[in-house]
């Protein structure tokens, strides 16, 4: 059930699962408020992803868009560990669910207020870069002097140059407005780990089920787990694989004519995943994975 503000663990995996569109007059109110707390701790952020690309394309939120997305450089300006926390308590004090999770890339806090997702991500920069979802490797110094821009009344930071982070993220298309198939142009962008990098003796092994339409498992499918690698399934319907880690991954099926992008999927190192189509959805959809029933 959700919270009647929307500020709750319900209402985030609503979000996830379901990605309503952003009410604008609501986001733009929050990332005025979001902007107010985080000056008065003293945190310098940068918009990113999709808030970027809508204000520097457009100059306003992108109305599909399903979530407000902020930046932070762990290590700069002041984000620690500590300050982190300490901004996710001012959150919660401001009637914002606030969760804090650490990777090996960022530390996030995702916030929800007015059934709206804040994702805030801290990211770590490792040898000069930043990684940011689904794995695409972007140069650190276009966070290092931020360019500051007028949005909704007053003043917000973005990475510097804007175009060329708008480039790295969403590819030299960035410009043309996408409601669906922007996916397929970050997925081209990403490499994917060497195969033999992702097997060890310390990992649990992970496996995905490729179904068709009637329940059939498939033969000799393409499963491209984003930034991780390709595999192909067995007669069974299997693909096996080592996942680094529990997260976020995006991935591509394909077998025959079919296609389909998942963007966002989270999964688990030694768990076993099905996939099946769903016409009736149509594109873009979230959280389509579910883990096989044990026999």
């Known amino acids: 059930m959700l919270s009647s503000n929307g500020a709750d663990e319900a209402a985030l995996q609503f979000s996830y699962t379901d990605a309503p569109p952003i009410n604008i007059a609501t986001a733009e109110e929050l990332l005025f408020e979001v902007k107010g707390i985080m000056d008065l701790l003293g945190v310098r952020f940068f918009l990113r992803q999709g808030t970027c690309l809508g204000i520097i394309r457009n100059n306003a939120l992108i109305p599909w868009d399903d ?17 982190i926390e ?28 007015s059934s ?13 870069t930043t990684v940011h979802y689904p794995g695409v490797r972007i140069s650190a110094q276009l966070f ?20 060329e982070y708008l480039r790295f993220k ?22 994917d780990a060497p195969a033999s990098s992702n097997n060890t003796s310390e990992q649990e092994e992970s496996k995905l089920k490729v179904l068709d339409l009637e ?14 690698g ?5 007669k069974f319907g299997y693909a096996n694989f080592y996942l680094p880690k529990d997260d976020w991954y995006a991935l591509v099926i394909k077998h025959d ?25 149509g594109s873009g959809r979230l959280c389509a994975l579910f883990q096989e029933e044990q026999a």
């Open 215 to 228: 329940s059939k498992p498939i033969f000799n499918a393409d499963v491209r787990i984003v930034a991780v």
């Open 144 to 163: 290092k002097n931020l360019k500051e821009i007028d949005f909704i009344g007053t003043k917000f930071f973005v990475p510097n140059p804007p175009e």
């Open 116 to 128: 709206t997702r804040i994702d805030w991500n801290c990211y770590k920069i490792i040898n000069d």
């Open 230 to 234: 390709s595999y192909r399934t067995d």
């Open 67 to 83: 979530d407000i997305d902020i930046g932070s450089i762990y290590g700069l300006n002041g984000i620690t560990v500590e300050k």
């Open 257 to 281: 004519a079919h296609e389909e992008v998942l963007y966002q999927e989270k999964m688990s190192p030694g768990e076993t995943y099905v996939y099946q189509p769903d016409h009736s959805a």
């Open 170 to 191: 969403y590819g030299s298309d960035w410009i043309i407005p996408k409601k669906v198939g922007f996916e397929n142009d970050v997925l081209a962008l990403i490499s």
């Open 86 to 113: 300490t901004v996710a308590s001012a959150f919660r004090a401001n009637g914002y669910y606030a969760k804090v999770e650490h990777s090996d890339d960022c530390i996030g806090v995702t916030m929800m207020k």
